[in-house]
């Protein structure tokens, strides 16, 4: 190598050091030979993540679509569960009602059937038996209980779908921050492309709204009272004229 | 039962149909809703209310963006408003504080903590409690 190189120098000969100038042209351009593919294989791999980050957009929408049907549909049955607790609450006031009337008319008969029951023994025992039957009993105590647990829980149930909201927000939030890095990446995709790199690339002209006001990305789902009492505080403060 | 009418205001159809039903289940049957402050605004020109609860971030139009156009307007200048909302830091509360709403929830919010707001609010502005 030295010594061809030696049959191509000027007159000059070969500069004492060698020919640095053009080792570091031969290495820049090796690196270059090599760094060419490189870069075309980024380029297609951010074509394809770029490409890709619609569908993921679409997906994270069919969630939210198909989080808010399945919420609808559990609305639906609560509030058709509701309606039929209310129905059977007013059967138990009303069943209530013609016990207490019962207790009265038994009463009545107590009445009537004590001086036949005194000169008759069976008599007696029959109407002892007839009064511990179970028709004569009242309704337990516990029902009233138990009807106004399950109301709750029907209401808390529905009350925790309140989850859907928050998480639509926070998809939405994620949506937009993966829509963001789509833009940021087509537009390294352009810088790719010589041609159009004096006209301004078609995605930026078409950035997502200021997201401030259409959802909350932090929302977060917490049944701790802390948050609440936290702006109650803020809120009394307020109200009191201490706004510090 | 109370008679006082109340517009909804939120871009979740789940949550409107949340705070209708806890609404209902306290005493207040007379409620109308709509979906996002744009909406709101012409329920409240066209239908009337006269207890507002909105949420703050929707499309269109925000919560807050709905509170400070009523507080602006003759009409609804001292209208009743109580904001429901994801956003709990103290500076959003003071922000809404600032444009004169009556109370502020975080989300999720309770029964009894929404009964609560709304009696205090309705006894504040001398209206019946339910
Ligand atoms: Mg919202």
């Given amino acids: 190598m030295k010594a061809s190189r030696k049959s191509h120098v000027p007159r000059g000969g070969r500069p004492r050091g060698g020919w640095p100038a053009r080792d570091s042209l031969d290495n820049f351009l090796k690196v270059v030979s090599g760094v060419i593919p490189l870069l075309d294989s980024v380029k297609e791999s951010l074509e394809e993540s770029t490409g890709s980050i619609p569908k993921a957009s679409r997906q994270l929408d069919n969630v939210t679509k198909a989080t808010e049907s399945a919420t609808v549909e559990i609305l639906d049955l609560l509030e058709r569960m509701s309606a039929r607790v209310d129905t059977l609450g007013k059967a138990i006031v009303g069943v209530r009602a013609a016990s207490r009337e019962g207790e009265i008319r038994l009463a009545a008969m107590d009445a009537l059937i004590a001086p036949l029951a005194m000169s008759n023994p069976e008599v007696h025992a029959r109407w002892c038996e007839f009064r511990k039957s179970p028709g004569c009993l009242a309704l337990p105590a516990s029902l009233d209980a138990e009807f106004d647990a399950l109301r709750t829980d029907t209401m808390n149930i529905g009350m925790a779908l309140q989850v859907q909201d928050i998480t639509t927000q926070q998809i939405a939030g994620v949506s937009h921050m993966i829509e963001s890095i789509r833009m940021n990446l087509a537009e390294v995709l352009q810088s790719f492309s010589e041609g159009e790199r004096t006209s301004p690339p078609e995605q930026t002209k078409s950035r997502p709204a200021d997201p401030n006001g259409r959802f909350n990305g932090d929302a977060e789902y917490s049944r701790m009272p802390d948050r609440q009492e936290d702006a109650d505080e803020i809120v009394e403060r307020w109200k009191r004229g201490n706004h510090a | ?130």
Avoid: H
């Fill in chain 2, 1 to 130: 039962m109370a008679t006082t009418k109340f517009l909804i205001v939120d871009d979740s159809l789940t949550m409107r149909r949340i705070v209708i039903n806890t609404l209902k289940s306290i005493g207040f049957e007379n409620v109308i809703e709509a979906a996002d402050g744009k909406d709101a605004m012409a329920k409240l020109l066209s239908e009337g209310a006269e207890f507002l609860i909105t949420d703050w971030n929707m499309p269109e139009m925000s919560g807050l963006d709905l509170v400070k156009w009523a507080r602006a307007s003759e009409q609804f200048a001292d209208m009743p408003i109580l904001m429901i909302t994801t956003r709990g830091n103290k500076d959003d509360v003071i922000e809404a504080m600032k444009m004169r709403v009556n109370n502020y929830i975080v989300k999720p919010f309770t029964a009894p903590g929404l009964k609560e707001k709304i009696d205090q609010i309705l006894k504040s502005v001398g209206a019946g409690a339910a």
